[in-house]
């Protein structure tokens, strides 16, 4: 779609939510990086808040022009209205989404206003595909989930893989994630809230299944999922229950590119098998108590909303994902390729999100596409090229390495 289309509205991008702590990370991406004479605002619903935010980035913002401040509250449907009729783009980081996100990609559905957020939260991005792909597709808007941390690297990782790999051609794809950081309050709190919501979450995927068009020549489907050895080490992976994962097999299923029968399966690279063990467990462990309000209220006041490691800490935090790929048929045919990067749950995620904004907002030649859409959907090469350029590493890896 051409970035020219409703250049009449007030603003290129909005970003709701600066006043958090990964909201006010992405506004200091943003106003270091918007084109010169963007139109853009942060948006939230504590005015005095935004304004200090918004003087804060005045330093940075003189080749871009100034920030401007709007009030939009996530429970109020008029002021989310007219925020949506304003913006050309709107990236969110207000979260749990399932909480705090629903009015807001309704409204962005019904004004053709593209929308993007950074939602781990797959019975969010469920319901939200039941509730309004049909009437973003009929608005010519793009709805665009878990564009930080959660999916991006991932998703445009098999993508960026699928380049090296020959077309019409079974494949399977295994991602082994590493990394080193501490992840927000707002991730640790979504995390809580799903595994308390699994029933109603598995009731949402159900429905999807049962409405959405699936391809029917091609096939797409999971690796077992059990603890296995990293290939070429010593170290040992556990299945990693993410959205990760959903994310990648959409992509998939909307692409021809992925092939006929194309497997990904999605994993925590632990290191020794206790480990892995441990972990499993405790995941278990935390999945069980989730099921009890008493017991998920304490665990979510374990970790403060809003809170982020301090900037000593984040800059030397990293992760990498590292992607093998074989091609049924033909074992001597296999890639290795890695994504990598800084801080993941922070300085990483704003990136990607404020690329992403910028990405629907400005590039030339996206795909004429409108709905819910992934992120290799929406914007596939070009946002990938973005992150490059902002310092993140998409490379294929010598097979001794």
Not at 75 to 89: H, T
Not at 266 to 293: E, R, S
């Amino acid at each position: 779609m051409s970035p020219a289309r409703r250049r009449d509205r007030s603003y290129d991008v909005v970003l709701f939510g600066a006043t958090g702590f990964t909201g006010g990370l992405t506004a200091d991406y943003l106003a270091r990086h918007v084109p010169e004479g963007t139109r853009w605002a942060i948006a939230g619903r504590d005015v005095p808040r935004l304004e200090a935010v918004a003087a804060r980035l005045a330093d940075h913002t003189a080749g871009a022009g100034s920030v401007d401040v709007i009030r939009a509250d996530s429970a109020e449907p008029d002021s989310l209205r007219s925020l949506a009729e304003a913006s050309r783009v709107i990236a969110s980081t207000v979260g749990p989404f399932m909480s705090h996100g629903q009015l807001l990609v309704a409204a962005c559905a019904r004004t053709g206003t593209d929308y993007l957020d950074i939602t781990g939260e797959p019975e969010f991005v469920d319901r939200m595909w039941l509730a309004h792909h049909d009437t973003a597709a009929r608005n010519g808007a793009r709805l665009v989930h878990a564009c930080g941390f959660d999916s991006v690297p991932h998703d445009l990782g098999v993508w960026f893989t699928l380049g090296q790999l020959p077309v019409d051609q079974p494949l399977s794809i295994a991602g082994y994630v590493r990394a080193n950081a501490s992840f927000s309050s707002g991730t640790y709190h979504s995390a809580v809230r799903a595994f308390g919501r699994a029933r109603h979450s598995a009731e949402a995927a159900r429905s999807r299944r049962a409405r959405e068009v699936l391809p029917k020549d091609r096939r797409v489907g999971s690796l077992p999922l059990r603890p296995r050895r990293v290939p070429g080490s010593r170290r040992w992976a556990v299945p990693l229950p993410t959205i990760d994962p959903i994310i990648v097999r959409r992509s998939a299923r909307a692409l021809d590119r992925y092939g006929p029968d194309f497997r990904y399966g999605h994993f925590a690279d632990v290191g020794a098998l206790p480990l892995a063990a441990a972990g499993m467990a405790g995941a278990g462990g935390l999945l069980a108590a989730a099921q009890i309000p008493p017991l998920r209220e304490a665990l979510l006041k374990l970790g403060s909303s809003g809170a982020g490691p301090d900037e000593q800490r984040r800059s030397e935090s990293w992760f990498r994902v590292r992607f093998v790929s074989t091609v049924a048929g033909d074992p001597g045919v296999s890639v290795l390729t890695e994504v990598s990067g800084g801080d993941p749950g922070y300085a990483e995620t704003a990136k990607m999100l404020a690329e992403s904004a910028l990405s629907l907002a400005f590039d030339d030649d996206l795909p004429d596409l409108a709905g819910q859409l992934t992120p290799v959907q929406a914007m596939g090469y070009l946002l990938l090229a973005r992150l490059q350029r902002a310092g993140m590493t998409f490379r294929t890896v010598p097979a001794q390495s």
